[in-house]
DNA sequence: TAACTCTATTTCCAAATAGGAAACAATGTG
DNA sequence: CACATTGTTTCCTATTTGGAAATAGAGTTA
């Protein structure tokens, strides 16, 4: 029996509080999960969970051995970091979360060239625009960008800087007429990101432009698309953007005008030794970003 | 792979500096010894050991890693035995060490009745006569009588006092007179104990008195067979001849003189915390030998 | 109270793994 | 230069693992 695997896994069920999310989580079936837990407490002599189909309880053995696991697992974890540190080989898995959108534009090609460099390292990327525990389920990174909420027991550190681009199509401008100031905004289809922090108020000119427009999306990639078939302007990240802008799809306006920055977080957990193929991955994307003009 | 199971192996591969060693001692095979530390060098991503066919070393890494994984191992053992002491219920196993001729006499029956007494308990005993190092074999216990060359790292505990009896059959005091005085040993045929401290002298009487006799041998239950079998006197603990002489097989001689006493020691390990099965034994021990007289 | 839903557990079976015997390779020894 | 000893590899079987599905149990809702 892999007694440290069915230690790991009793420490998430209680960080969860059920074998079946532990499960899901992990990837293999809620019965491998029972068996294991029940082997545990079998070779250890001792119950650790009051289990009831609907609820789990410590018992105070199992609030003990608890503690001791966790202990017992980090130094294990810090005793390979440390290895790995000596032998200056980066394997093993990176389980990363980051928003849907980043993960589609900015992020895809530098963690391309960060799977070519180091081949020891696998990836195990979750892209997703819900803002999830990071701890609860395991997360060695996460990217998010000017959020700084940070979830507690999480480091927070600037890997980029973005900032925005407002984009029109070159047909849309044609139609509707040319955006030469903050102002001629109030006369456009204007889109609205769901989840921008100053809602319908573009951060543009003096005191910023209420918007309006047919479109409201959660997504800044669904957006961008619509204004490449110049249904109207976005107010777009630039690493979203960006492509479109090269390759002339869209154009940008009011380029001149200042926009609030955007910064991209690299969060992770405190822990006393990361593993370093942690570390140097956030060193890589630092250095990738740097080198692609978002320093 | 059972990583720890891994660790434990390569924590002892170290400490014996042999993979057949380890094999032996453990019970299996080298196979399995030298596809389980490859596994562990695998799964970590560094080579532990240098080898040689004739000669291991520790890398640097490995040395790094040694000394975690004994820290980890031991903090491992604690939270176990931290569990079993909260449930009162002890299990596992114990791998004492006892010179033969205690083992087959005074030992078996209090063994027995531990057995009896904690099903849990599984014991792994090892009758020998050869001081072997008992750290290195990985004991987690040791009795021993009268020894007090102690191993390092090791506490000696008294679990009971035992006294000499000098044994005779009644057909050979027929035939060769009576033993009244300790001067009469210099006529009768007395055996030696070839580990005995004083060698030919047996501490009785004022100085002592030198015997001599047609056998020598190095095992108190065979000397003792030989004295049942009417060929001499032996100088016998009473452990060994207690049953014989209970039985009338044999007579004590000389039982009112003085003669130096003897302790039975446990030797076991210094840990942090000891196993409670363990503790519970050497109790055990004590109490039964109180209880059967060895008080 | 009964149907329902969401748990953990058990059962059963296919697939993977563990683990030993023996052959093999390599290195220090006499 | 044989020899003895030690770690590795190979090969094969017995055991174990682990998932799918059935089962069982407890809270919730109609």
């Known amino acids: 029996m892999d007694k440290l695997r069915a230690m790991r896994w009793f ?3 209680v960080t969860q509080g ?48 608890l503690a001791r696991c966790r202990d017992i697992l980090a ?17 093993g898995r990176l389980k990363i979360n980051a928003a849907m959108a ?21 990836l195990d990327v979750h892209l997703s625009d819900e803002s999830l525990d ?30 925005y681009s407002i984009c029109a199509s070159a047909a849309y401008l044609e139609q509707h007429g040319p955006i030469r100031t903050p102002d001629d905004l109030l006369n456009h289809q204007c889109f609205e990101y769901s989840y921008f922090r100053h809602k319908n108020i573009w951060p543009v000119g003096a005191n910023g432009v ?30 979203i953007s960006h492509q479109a802008l090269q390759s002339g799809e869209v154009e940008e306006v009011l380029a001149e005008e ?6 991209l977080y690299a969060l992770y957990p405190v822990r006393h030794f990361a593993p370093p193929r942690l570390t140097l991955f956030i060193e890589f994307l630092q250095q990738w970003f740097a080198e692609h003009g978002y320093g």
């Open 134 to 163: 990071l701890l609860e389920h395991n997360f060695d990174l996460g990217l998010r960008v000017a959020s700084c909420s940070f979830d507690t027991g999480y480091v927070g550190k600037v890997i980029a800087h973005f900032d």
């Open 75 to 91: 130094q294990l974890d810090e005793a390979e970091a440390q290895v790995q540190t000596l032998q200056q080989t980066p394997k």
């Open 18 to 65: 059920s074998f079946s999310k532990v499960a899901e989580q992990t990837g293999v079936s809620k019965s491998m999960i029972s068996k294991q837990i029940s082997a545990l407490e079998e070779n250890l002599g001792a119950r650790l969970l009051q289990r009831s189909t609907r609820r789990l309880k410590l018992t105070q053995t199992g609030q003990d051995y």
């Open 11 to 13: 420490v998430q069920v």
């Open 210 to 239: 209420p918007i309006s427009g047919r479109l409201k999306a959660n997504n800044s990639v669904f957006i961008l698309d619509m204004v490449k078939q110049g249904l109207g302007v976005g107010f777009i990240p630039r690493f």
């Open 258 to 263: 200042d926009k609030p920055p955007m910064s």
């Open 102 to 122: 980043l993960g589609l534009t900015a992020l895809a090609p530098a963690f391309a060239e960060f799977m070519r460099r180091y081949p020891q390292v696998e």
